[in-house]
């Protein structure tokens, strides 16, 4: 999305400036299915030729700068107003009835220009749609990596007070969920944050860098 400097100075005010900066990233796909084959979802650890290690909250806040203290990212599941809850923080809403997401395309089509003359209350508005795209698309994807859930709105409410919460054990939690979820042979797809993934294996293993892509490939890479 395109909102401007604005929205995006908002969302650096929210705590999510530094991951706004890792949109354009090259996953390396035979890297995070290699990674996959050696994760443990008993002990949430790696078994690797060099030995055991695993993702933490400090390799978080290091890739990614979120905040890892805080309040716990708690969200409901069931939303009793959705339309109400868009047009009180965003201004506009994608339908007059239920839902649950929204997709990326509805978020770009009506925050990725920012006038000039916006208003605060605009420029607030624009920053929470960035701040839900980068959730769904960066931080928190699904396996479909298209919409993001409508949950994490309520937390955009008051942008002060968004930084309060442990955006980064969110972040590491649902990754670890997906990769004991991708661990299934008959999975075909993986969610989850695979930048902060492979930039951690990049960065604790460094050797990992100078290898050459290989053709071993599991499943969920087709997409």
């Known amino acids: 999305m395109g909102e401007g400097g604005t929205a995006a100075g ?17 996953l390396r796909y035979d890297l995070i299915s290699a990674l996959v084959e050696r994760w443990r979802p008993v002990t949430h650890i790696f078994h690797l030729s060099c030995g055991e290690c695993t993702n933490t909250l400090e390799d978080v806040a290091l890739q990614l700068g979120l905040p890892i203290d805080g309040n716990a990212v708690t969200v409901v599941s069931s939303i009793s107003r959705p339309t109400r809850l868009c047009y009180d923080l965003l ?10 997401i929204l997709r990326f395309s509805w978020l770009e089509a009506n925050f990725e220009y920012l ?22 698309g960066v931080l928190m994807p699904d396996s479909h990596g298209s919409e993001v859930y409508l949950m994490y709105l309520p937390l955009l409410s008051n942008l002060h007070n968004t930084r309060s919460y442990s955006w980064g054990s969110a972040v590491l939690a649902m990754l670890y969920r997906e990769l004991c979820r991708t661990t299934d042979p008959s999975t075909v797809d993986i969610g989850g944050c695979l930048i902060l993934l492979q930039s951690w294996a990049l960065y604790r293993m460094p050797f990992l860098a100078s290898i050459s892509h290989q053709s071993y490939i599991f499943p969920f890479v087709n997409r």
């Open 115 to 136: 006038p000039i003359t916006a208003t605060e209350l605009e420029v607030m508005q624009a920053a929470r749609a960035y701040i839900m795209h980068l959730i769904g």
């Open 10 to 26: 908002m969302g650096q005010l929210a705590g999510f400036g530094s991951a706004a900066l890792i949109w354009t990233f090259d």
């Open 91 to 100: 201004g506009r809403s994608p339908s007059e009835g239920k839902f649950t």
